[in-house]
Protein backbone atom coordinates (compact mmCIF):
# COMPACT_ATOMS: atom_id res chain seq x y z
CA UNK A 1 0.00 0.00 0.00
CA UNK A 2 1.38 3.75 -0.45
CA UNK A 3 0.91 6.28 2.27
CA UNK A 4 -2.23 7.27 2.94
CA UNK A 5 -3.53 10.91 1.90
CA UNK A 6 -6.43 10.45 4.32
CA UNK A 7 -5.48 8.87 7.42
CA UNK A 8 -8.28 6.73 8.42
CA UNK A 9 -9.33 4.79 12.07
CA UNK A 10 -10.34 1.22 10.78
CA UNK A 11 -11.45 -1.23 14.06
CA UNK A 12 -10.27 -5.23 13.09
CA UNK A 13 -12.30 -7.86 15.17
CA UNK A 14 -10.84 -11.25 14.57
CA UNK A 15 -10.78 -14.53 16.29
CA UNK A 16 -7.19 -15.02 15.44
CA UNK A 17 -4.35 -12.67 14.55
CA UNK A 18 -0.66 -14.07 14.16
CA UNK A 19 1.34 -14.18 15.91
CA UNK A 20 -1.13 -14.54 18.83
CA UNK A 21 -3.24 -17.42 17.68
CA UNK A 22 -3.73 -19.22 14.00
CA UNK A 23 -5.62 -22.37 12.98
CA UNK A 24 -5.67 -20.81 9.03
CA UNK A 25 -5.32 -18.43 6.79
CA UNK A 26 -7.43 -16.17 8.66
CA UNK A 27 -4.74 -15.40 11.19
CA UNK A 28 -2.38 -14.87 9.00
CA UNK A 29 -4.71 -12.15 6.53
CA UNK A 30 -5.50 -10.12 9.59
CA UNK A 31 -2.01 -9.96 10.96
CA UNK A 32 -0.95 -9.01 7.48
CA UNK A 33 -3.52 -6.25 6.67
CA UNK A 34 -2.64 -4.94 10.39
CA UNK A 35 0.60 -4.20 9.84
CA UNK A 36 -0.17 -2.67 6.04
CA UNK A 37 -3.04 -0.40 6.93
CA UNK A 38 -0.57 0.90 9.57
CA UNK A 39 2.53 1.44 7.10
CA UNK A 40 0.19 3.26 5.26
CA UNK A 41 -0.84 5.65 7.78
CA UNK A 42 -3.64 4.34 8.89
CA UNK A 43 -4.33 4.83 12.98
CA UNK A 44 -5.73 1.00 12.84
CA UNK A 45 -6.98 -0.90 16.10
CA UNK A 46 -7.70 -4.45 16.84
CA UNK A 47 -9.39 -6.74 19.19
CA UNK A 48 -9.10 -10.41 19.72
CA UNK A 49 -10.08 -12.68 22.73
CA UNK A 50 -7.41 -13.57 25.00
CA UNK A 51 -7.29 -17.19 24.80
CA UNK A 52 -5.98 -19.89 27.46
CA UNK A 53 -2.81 -20.30 25.75
CA UNK A 54 -2.41 -16.92 24.69
CA UNK A 55 -2.31 -15.71 28.43
CA UNK A 56 0.31 -18.20 29.44
CA UNK A 57 1.88 -17.21 26.40
CA UNK A 58 1.90 -13.44 27.10
CA UNK A 59 1.80 -12.19 30.36
CA UNK A 60 3.27 -8.86 30.26
CA UNK A 61 -0.15 -7.78 28.45
CA UNK A 62 -1.00 -4.31 30.26
CA UNK A 63 -4.54 -3.85 31.71
CA UNK A 64 -6.36 -1.01 30.41
CA UNK A 65 -7.47 1.78 32.64
CA UNK A 66 -11.18 1.56 33.33
CA UNK A 67 -11.68 -1.91 31.43
CA UNK A 68 -10.64 -4.09 34.48
CA UNK A 69 -13.89 -6.60 35.48
CA UNK A 70 -16.21 -5.09 33.45
CA UNK A 71 -20.26 -7.23 33.44
CA UNK A 72 -22.10 -7.91 30.68
CA UNK A 73 -25.55 -9.99 30.58
CA UNK A 74 -26.06 -12.40 28.09
CA UNK A 75 -29.52 -14.42 28.16
CA UNK A 76 -29.49 -13.75 31.53
CA UNK A 77 -26.14 -14.82 32.52
CA UNK A 78 -23.56 -11.77 33.99
CA UNK A 79 -20.25 -12.76 32.62
CA UNK A 80 -17.44 -10.49 33.90
CA UNK A 81 -14.49 -9.39 31.73
CA UNK A 82 -10.70 -7.40 31.20
CA UNK A 83 -9.36 -5.72 28.56
CA UNK A 84 -5.37 -6.30 28.11
CA UNK A 85 -3.23 -4.69 25.62
CA UNK A 86 0.11 -4.35 23.93
CA UNK A 87 1.03 -3.47 20.10
CA UNK A 88 1.58 -6.20 17.69
CA UNK A 89 4.94 -7.54 17.76
CA UNK A 90 7.01 -5.45 14.76
CA UNK A 91 4.91 -2.74 14.51
CA UNK A 92 3.13 0.42 16.56
CA UNK A 93 -0.74 -1.66 16.12
CA UNK A 94 -2.75 -1.60 19.29
CA UNK A 95 -3.92 -4.93 19.88
CA UNK A 96 -6.75 -5.56 22.76
CA UNK A 97 -7.66 -8.83 23.93
CA UNK A 98 -10.95 -9.47 25.80
CA UNK A 99 -10.03 -11.17 29.02
CA UNK A 100 -12.93 -13.31 29.87
CA UNK A 101 -11.53 -16.55 31.37
CA UNK A 102 -15.52 -18.06 31.82
CA UNK A 103 -15.39 -17.80 27.88
CA UNK A 104 -12.40 -18.05 26.02
CA UNK A 105 -10.44 -19.70 29.07
CA UNK A 106 -10.79 -23.23 27.30
CA UNK A 107 -7.93 -25.55 26.13
CA UNK A 108 -9.02 -24.76 22.40
CA UNK A 109 -9.87 -21.89 20.56
CA UNK A 110 -12.96 -23.22 19.15
CA UNK A 111 -15.16 -25.26 20.93
CA UNK A 112 -18.07 -27.65 20.12
CA UNK A 113 -19.92 -26.30 23.27
CA UNK A 114 -23.27 -25.55 23.04
CA UNK A 115 -22.20 -21.80 24.86
CA UNK A 116 -20.13 -21.35 21.73
CA UNK A 117 -22.05 -18.57 20.33
CA UNK A 118 -22.11 -16.63 23.12
CA UNK A 119 -18.58 -16.31 23.52
CA UNK A 120 -17.74 -14.44 20.30
CA UNK A 121 -21.21 -13.18 20.90
CA UNK A 122 -19.52 -11.47 23.76
CA UNK A 123 -16.34 -10.56 22.26
CA UNK A 124 -17.89 -8.50 19.92
CA UNK A 125 -20.22 -6.61 22.13
CA UNK A 126 -17.00 -5.96 24.36
CA UNK A 127 -15.04 -4.77 21.42
CA UNK A 128 -17.91 -2.62 20.51
CA UNK A 129 -18.04 -0.85 23.94
CA UNK A 130 -14.09 -0.94 24.73
CA UNK A 131 -14.05 1.12 21.62
CA UNK A 132 -16.45 3.46 23.45
CA UNK A 133 -14.79 3.27 26.62
CA UNK A 134 -11.21 4.30 25.42
CA UNK A 135 -12.75 7.09 22.90
CA UNK A 136 -11.61 5.68 19.87
CA UNK A 137 -14.65 6.24 17.71
CA UNK A 138 -13.93 3.77 14.45
CA UNK A 139 -14.16 5.07 10.90
CA UNK A 140 -15.09 1.82 10.28
CA UNK A 141 -15.77 -1.75 11.68
CA UNK A 142 -13.74 -4.39 10.34
CA UNK A 143 -15.41 -7.78 11.02
CA UNK A 144 -14.02 -11.59 10.16
CA UNK A 145 -16.02 -14.25 9.62
CA UNK A 146 -18.78 -15.47 11.46
CA UNK A 147 -17.54 -14.95 14.58
CA UNK A 148 -17.81 -11.60 14.40
CA UNK A 149 -20.69 -10.99 11.83
CA UNK A 150 -23.16 -10.11 14.36
CA UNK A 151 -21.58 -6.93 14.57
CA UNK A 152 -23.67 -4.79 11.69
CA UNK A 153 -26.54 -5.57 12.55
CA UNK A 154 -25.62 -4.85 16.51
CA UNK A 155 -24.61 -1.68 15.58
CA UNK A 156 -28.04 -1.06 13.84
CA UNK A 157 -29.85 -2.17 16.84
CA UNK A 158 -28.49 -2.64 20.49
CA UNK A 159 -25.97 0.26 19.51
CA UNK A 160 -28.39 2.44 17.63
CA UNK A 161 -28.86 4.96 20.07
CA UNK A 162 -24.88 5.31 20.87
CA UNK A 163 -23.90 8.32 19.21
CA UNK A 164 -20.23 7.84 19.02
CA UNK A 165 -20.54 4.25 17.13
CA UNK A 166 -24.48 3.93 15.14
CA UNK A 167 -23.44 5.77 12.30
CA UNK A 168 -20.00 3.96 11.36
CA UNK A 169 -20.31 1.43 8.93
CA UNK A 170 -19.48 -2.02 8.78
CA UNK A 171 -17.13 -4.48 6.37
CA UNK A 172 -17.56 -8.35 6.40
CA UNK A 173 -14.70 -10.25 5.37
CA UNK A 174 -15.12 -14.17 4.34
CA UNK A 175 -12.08 -16.12 5.09
CA UNK A 176 -13.53 -19.65 5.17
CA UNK A 177 -17.42 -19.80 4.06
CA UNK A 178 -17.47 -23.56 5.36
CA UNK A 179 -18.05 -22.22 8.96
CA UNK A 180 -21.21 -20.19 8.93
CA UNK A 181 -21.72 -20.03 12.95
CA UNK A 182 -25.32 -21.89 12.92
CA UNK A 183 -27.14 -22.14 16.17
CA UNK A 184 -30.52 -22.99 17.40
CA UNK A 185 -33.34 -20.50 16.89
CA UNK A 186 -33.69 -20.57 21.11
CA UNK A 187 -30.26 -18.55 20.62
CA UNK A 188 -32.40 -15.64 19.71
CA UNK A 189 -32.54 -14.36 23.65
CA UNK A 190 -28.55 -14.12 23.95
CA UNK A 191 -28.39 -11.34 21.25
CA UNK A 192 -30.82 -8.96 22.92
CA UNK A 193 -32.19 -7.84 19.90
CA UNK A 194 -35.93 -7.08 21.87
CA UNK A 195 -38.10 -5.60 19.82
CA UNK A 196 -35.51 -5.94 16.25
CA UNK A 197 -35.78 -9.36 16.53
CA UNK A 198 -37.52 -9.23 12.93
CA UNK A 199 -34.77 -8.16 11.40
CA UNK A 200 -33.22 -12.25 11.47
CA UNK A 201 -33.85 -14.31 8.34
CA UNK A 202 -36.95 -15.63 8.84
CA UNK A 203 -36.82 -18.60 6.88
CA UNK A 204 -33.69 -19.70 8.86
CA UNK A 205 -35.86 -19.11 12.21
CA UNK A 206 -38.76 -20.99 10.98
CA UNK A 207 -36.46 -23.90 10.28
CA UNK A 208 -35.20 -23.82 13.41
CA UNK A 209 -31.44 -22.05 13.17
CA UNK A 210 -29.82 -18.97 13.23
CA UNK A 211 -26.66 -18.38 10.93
CA UNK A 212 -24.45 -16.03 12.16
CA UNK A 213 -22.57 -15.14 8.54
CA UNK A 214 -26.00 -14.85 6.27
CA UNK A 215 -26.45 -12.27 9.35
CA UNK A 216 -23.13 -10.50 8.22
CA UNK A 217 -23.46 -10.62 4.51
CA UNK A 218 -27.10 -9.01 5.04
CA UNK A 219 -26.86 -6.30 7.51
CA UNK A 220 -22.79 -5.36 6.42
CA UNK A 221 -22.15 -2.11 4.42
CA UNK A 222 -19.64 -3.98 2.09
CA UNK A 223 -18.57 -7.68 1.76
CA UNK A 224 -15.06 -8.71 0.91
CA UNK A 225 -13.52 -12.22 0.73
CA UNK A 226 -9.52 -12.90 0.67
CA UNK A 227 -9.13 -12.71 -3.01
CA UNK A 228 -10.82 -12.33 -6.15
CA UNK A 229 -10.58 -15.96 -6.83
CA UNK A 230 -12.02 -16.94 -3.42
CA UNK A 231 -14.56 -14.63 -4.48
CA UNK A 232 -15.85 -16.31 -7.79
CA UNK A 233 -15.67 -19.83 -6.00
CA UNK A 234 -18.23 -18.54 -3.45
Request: aromatic share 10%; hydrophobic share 45%.
Amino acid sequence: MSPATTPLKPCLLSSEIVPYAKTGGLADVTGALLQELKRAGHDVRAFMPLYTTLRRARGDLQPVAGLQDVFMTIGGARYWYSVLTEFLPGSRVPVYFIDCPAMFGRPTLYTDDPDEHRRFLLFTRAAIESCQAIGFVPDIFHCNDWHTAFLPLLLRTLYASKTAVARVPSVLTIHNIGYQGIMPAAAVADLGLGAFEDRLDAGDRAAGIINSLKCGIKFADVVTTVSPTYAREI
